[in-house]
């Protein structure tokens, strides 16, 4: 079993920066995929960032040039976000995929709002 949790989510204004973090716990397999997604109110939850077990990273279109997803370490994967907009305003969570299995965090909201 796998657990994921996030932390770092808060109300930030227009072009400021968060760092979400997500910590993982349990059978942690060498092979996998972290993302980061995110859901907005009424909107369906979309992919934001990826990283790999090669550290291979891909964003969504979005997000390019203003999120950064980077391997702290073996257990933490951070999404740093930073130029904030108010259509970043979701509920993100942190994802990972081993062993044909896929893993939810309970996720954490970031709100962008002056």
């Known amino acids: 079993q796998v657990h994921l949790e996030e932390s770092g989510g808060g109300l930030v204004q227009p072009g400021g920066s968060l760092r979400l973090s997500c910590v993982v716990s349990?059978?942690?397999?060498?092979?996998?995929?972290m993302n980061w997604y995110r859901q907005a109110p009424g909107k369906q939850r979309e992919l934001v960032a990826t990283i790999d077990h090669n550290r291979t990273t891909n964003y969504a279109d979005s997000v390019k040039g203003r999120f950064t997803i980077i391997r702290d370490n073996a257990k933490t994967t951070s999404l740093q976000m930073n130029g904030l907009k108010p259509e970043d305003t979701a509920v993100y969570y942190c994802?990972?995929?081993?062993?044909?299995?896929?893993?939810w965090g309970q996720g954490t909201q970031v709100t962008v709002s002056s």
């Open positions: 994802n990972r995929l081993q062993n044909g299995l896929t893993y």
């Open positions: 349990g059978d942690i397999a060498t092979i996998h995929i």
